[in-house]
């Protein structure tokens, strides 16, 4: 049974940094291609970052260059590391396996003063 279980979320400053975590389990996470959403509210959900097996990464536009992604195969890990956070960045974060059905209960950010 695929489960993803978010951590790290809190409240912080504008130009705060918070680290989150995704303990992923059911499936082969060294072969799988992971990524990060986030569903602000009263909007809906949206692409973050994603991460090949091999190390390559993509951005949405929006946390370029603030935002990294990163995983721990032999953990079945996957991180969110973000930096000089935004008031628009407040959400709920979710990670996943690229382009599959499940979803787990995510992990809320909120950015403000």
């Known amino acids: 049974q695929v489960r993803y279980v978010e951590s790290g979320g809190a409240l912080v400053q504008p130009g705060g940094s918070l680290r989150l975590s995704c303990a992923a389990s059911?499936?082969?996470?060294?072969?799988?291609?992971m990524t990060w959403h986030r569903q602000a509210p009263g909007k809906a959900r949206e692409w973050v970052a994603t991460?090949?097996?091999?190390?390559?990464?993509f951005y949405t536009d929006a946390v370029q260059g603030r935002f990294t992604i990163s995983r721990n195969d032999p953990n079945g890990t996957l991180f969110l590391q973000m930096n000089n956070l935004k008031p628009d960045d407040t959400a709920v974060y979710y990670c996943?396996?690229?382009?599959?059905?499940?979803w787990g209960q995510g992990t809320l950010v909120t950015v403000s003063s």
């Open positions: 059911g499936f082969d996470f060294d072969s799988a291609i």
């Open positions: 996943q396996e690229a382009n599959t059905p499940t």
């Open positions: 991460m090949f097996p091999g190390g390559r990464t």
